[in-house]
């Protein structure tokens, strides 16, 4: 069982930046891709990016490319996901999560463990 916990979320106007980061309870460098999600309410969850265990491969949600990078520092067990030129339409709860398995891992069922979310207010 991996629990993971996000942070850094808050407050933030217009074309500013954030950083959130996620640290999984155990070391997830091996084989676990990592992704962010959000949602806005009302709304369904997005896929926003992923990362893969060794960092070399990454994936962006096309309304977040660009704009936001995905990374992760194995020695420290966490991933990144830095957030530049935030508009208010990135306004919403941001998830982290991590996956063991294959298959398309732009669809959020494919992840098994979540965090509770972190909240991103962008204010125009």
């Known amino acids: 069982q991996v629990q993971v916990e996000e942070s850094g979320g808050g407050l933030v106007q217009v074309g500013d930046s954030l950083r959130l980061s996620c640290t999984p309870s155990?070391?997830?460098?091996?084989?676990?891709?990592v992704a962010w999600f959000r949602q806005a309410p009302g709304k369904e969850r997005e896929f926003v990016a992923y990362?893969?265990?060794?960092?070399?491969?990454?994936y962006y949600g096309n309304s977040v490319k660009g704009r936001f990078t995905i990374s992760r520092d194995n020695a420290k067990n966490t991933v990144y996901l830095q957030m530049n030129s935030v508009k208010p339409e990135d306004t919403a709860v941001y998830y982290c999560?991590?996956?063991?398995?294959?298959?398309?891992?732009?669809?959020?069922?494919?992840?098994?463990?979540w965090g509770q979310g972190t909240q991103v207010t962008v204010s125009a």
């Open positions: 999560s991590a996956t063991s398995r294959g298959g398309e891992l732009k669809w959020w069922r494919n992840y098994d463990y």
């Open positions: 155990q070391r997830t460098s091996s084989g676990y891709t």
């Open positions: 990362i893969s265990g060794s960092g070399t491969t990454t």
